[in-house]
């Protein structure tokens, strides 16, 4: 019997998959997926054998990774339904979607865990907010929660209240660096530099940046100020982002995105 099956080889199922093989061997791995060309390619690929529907995976593996869209939940759910036991783990991965709403359609008081990862998670730099009721799991369950999350990059437990913010903070984030990256490098070729050039300057610096705020433990505040001379080149640009509404149209996407994740659970 697989240990961990995946439903759902998307963007987020494969780094996901390809994160397991780094702590869990390809025989404790099954994955499935609508698309059989897909399922083939990726069985090559990893060695990992797959399933031909979502029951069959069910039935075959104790964690079950829901690695599909929201809106494609309730489908999943009632492929599975009256297979997953009690000892079966099930792992979310879907905006919006709560525990409860979880166990109310899947009908029994399942063990369910909810997590938000990101695209990073492809080059093993993913960030993941996790919740689940730690008494319904004991010492093993939780950790191969932990290696599992932790095959991809950091993860950080959570309160479940905070899991739409979580969405916002790193699950659609890396969207708005990628749109900062081409703005800046637009910027860039605009003034004469090749655009080749100009992405890889402004994605090592934002790189660069990022670990700044990870490995010193300063502020961003501070860091910001270390760069800004006075009278210099680099707060003339931030008092341009200032009269642009940089900071406030940053937050106005962040409560856009949080007010969608939390209506996924509405609908």
Do not use: W
Request: net charge neutral; glycine share 8%; hydrophobic share 45%.
């Amino acid at each position: 019997m697989a240990k961990i099956g995946f439903i759902g080889m998307g963007n987020m199922g494969y780094a996901m998959l390809k994160g397991a093989l780094s702590v869990f061997s390809s025989g404790e791995l099954i994955f499935t997926d609508v698309n059989t060309e897909r399922m083939i390619t990726v069985a090559k690929e990893t060695k990992v054998a797959y399933a031909e529907t979502n029951a069959e995976l069910a039935n075959s593996a104790k964690y079950i990774v829901l690695a599909v869209k929201p809106q494609f939940y309730n489908q999943v759910l009632h492929n599975i339904e009256n297979i997953v036991k009690e000892d079966n783990v099930i792992i979310s991965i879907a905006p919006g979607i709560t525990i409860q709403s979880l166990k109310d359609a899947l009908g029994f008081n399942s063990r369910i865990v909810r997590a938000m990862p990101n695209t990073p998670a492809l080059l093993g730099e993913g960030m993941t907010g996790i919740c689940y009721d730690d008494k319904l799991l004991n010492f093993e369950e939780k950790d191969v929660i932990a290696k599992l999350f932790g095959s991809f990059g950091k993860y950080r437990i959570v309160e479940e209240r905070l899991m739409s913010a979580v969405t916002c903070a790193s699950g659609s984030s890396p969207a708005y660096v990628y749109m900062f990256i081409e703005a800046m490098a637009d910027a860039a070729v605009m003034k004469g530099m090749p655009r080749g050039a100009a992405y890889e300057m402004v994605a090592q610096t934002v790189l660069g940046a990022a670990k700044m705020v990870l490995e010193t433990g300063k502020h961003p505040g501070e860091l910001k100020d270390m760069v800004c001379s006075p009278g210099g080149t680099t707060i003339a640009g931030v008092a341009a982002l200032e009269e642009h509404g940089f900071r406030s149209s940053i937050i106005k996407a962040v409560e856009a995105c949080y007010n969608v994740a939390e209506g996924f659970n509405k609908k």
